[in-house]
């Protein structure tokens, strides 16, 4: 299995942009997880998806972040404008939620520098 | 409601020294819990998980784990540590909702 796959695995852009960032499971997983990653928070839960289905965004900062699961096998997370404080690390998990224990498997991550 | 609390946000340890990274969890149901380990620019990867099957769990790179429902732990050790062992470490539990409630991280350092 090719593991979670995050793109890109680097991105800077200026102040205002938009900024997409993408997100494929592994295969047969049905949670999806978004996590920002910072020196001053540490790692943040942003948002999760069961079977497709946004389940809790309490974690999302702002209305400028939104995030997608068209289907089983991709997700994007956007960022629309970036301002210099979004500069983080992003991750996306996923797991398995049925009948598991709930591990989650992180993809390599997304380095968002907003200048 | 679940929580997790690491002891000690940086660990030094010599080479070839043990390694003893400590995690205390409150949770409502039987918890599920885990280890991960972050190398520098990665992401987190699973090291060890416990599912109240056994109390010792072993994980890879020779880490274990023993589950203390009285202390409501599960401290990581390693016997012997590398150079190469120098990384993050965070503590995760999780109830039946699927969500991962993390702490805030042990940073280990091994010196030569």
């Known amino acids: 299995d090719a593991g979670v796959i995050q793109s890109p695995r680097h991105e800077v852009t200026e102040m205002g942009q938009e900024v997409t960032l993408r997100c494929k499971p592994i295969?047969?997983?049905?949670?999806l997880f978004w996590y920002r990653q910072t020196m001053m928070r540490g790692l943040e839960l942003l948002i999760y998806f069961n079977n497709n289905v946004p389940i809790d965004d309490s974690g999302m900062p702002e209305d400028r972040f939104s995030a997608k699961m068209p289907n089983a096998s991709f997700s994007t997370l956007k960022i629309q404008p970036s301002e210099p404080r979004d500069s983080a690390v992003y991750f996306c998990?996923?797991?398995?939620?049925?009948?598991?224990?709930?591990?989650?498997?992180f993809g390599p991550g997304t380095r968002l520098t907003v200048t | 409601a679940q929580s997790v609390t690491q002891l000690g946000s940086h660990v030094s340890v010599s080479e070839g020294a043990l390694v003893l990274l400590r995690c205390n969890y409150s949770?409502?149901?039987?918890?599920?819990l885990f280890w991960y380990v972050q190398y520098p620019n990665q992401g987190l990867q699973l090291l060890l998980k416990?599912?109240?099957?056994?109390?010792l769990v072993k994980g890879i790179n020779d880490f274990e784990a023993e589950f203390k429902k009285s202390e409501t732990s599960l401290h990581l050790t390693k016997p012997s540590a590398h150079m190469s062992d120098a990384a993050e470490y965070f503590c995760a539990v999780s109830g039946n909702t699927g969500k991962l409630i993390f702490g805030q991280g042990t940073t280990l350092q091994v010196k030569p």
């Open positions: 416990y599912t109240s099957a056994a109390t």
């Open positions: 949770s409502s149901v039987p918890p599920y």
């Open positions: 295969s047969g997983h049905n949670s």
């Open positions: 998990a996923s797991s398995l939620t049925r009948g598991s224990s709930y591990e989650q498997y």
